[in-house]
Every structure is written in C-alpha cells, then in structure tokens.
C-alpha cells in the first residue's frame, strides 16, 4: 500500500493503532493542547509519553482528517478532533460492544457504565 493511500483510506479504528485510537478519546472530552494530551496519556499508561512518540501520531491523525490543529498562541498548538474522528471512535466501540454484549448481564453492565457518565 502506497502512503498516499494510508493516509487518505483511514476511516475506521481498524487503520489506527490503539495509541492513535487513545489520542481521539483524550481529545473527545475536549480540545488541548499537545502537552495535555501527553499527560493525559501519561496517566492512562502510567508511563512517560516522549514527544517522539506523540507529536508524530498527532500528525498523522491531522494527515488523515481526524483531529485538526491550530494556533493557540506563537509557542503552543492546540489540538481538536474532527466529525471524521469521533465517527471513527463510534466505529471502533460498535464492533467491541458487538463483540462484549453477548448478553443481558453484560448489557446491563454496559448501560451502568453509561448511566455512571450522565
């Protein structure tokens, strides 16, 4: 597969790694900067997060229409997800609830869950 096509045939969670995939779901709560986002990371790994880790996949997501960046002041970016972004993050948690509904005790789990985020 050429590059050219990487970058443009993302549409689904299944193109992205589950570190790409963890960046949108930090940036579904909201907007940040990019040294928010590394340490939101941080917490969730409960590890350090290097820059050459993070800004690369940032581009790339930018690259493929999922999160898109702009200036917040001369030294920061701030970092947003798009429509695109949060369609692929409804994909990737479609097929896993398809996959761990298997049922009604775990529906219900799921639901709680939901109901504990209201």
């Not at 597969?1 to 443009?8: F, G, K, L, R, W």
């Not at 907007?31 to 800004?55: Q, T």
Request: aromatic share 8%; no cysteine; net charge negative.
């Amino acid at each position: 597969m050429s590059e050219a096509q990487t970058v443009t045939d993302a549409t689904t969670a299944r193109d992205l790694t589950a570190f790409q995939q963890n960046v949108l779901i930090v940036l579904a709560e909201e907007s940040r900067y990019g040294l928010a986002i590394k340490r939101e990371l941080e917490d969730f790994y409960d590890e350090e997060v290097n820059h050459g880790r993070l800004y690369p996949n940032l581009d790339t997501l930018i690259e493929r229409g999922l999160v898109e960046k702009s200036e917040l002041d001369k030294r920061t970016n701030e970092y947003a997800i798009t429509e695109d972004g949060i369609a692929v993050l409804l994909d990737s948690f479609e097929w896993r609830f398809q996959k761990f509904i298997t049922n009604d005790e775990r529906a219900e789990q799921v639901r709680g869950l939901l109901d504990a985020q209201q």
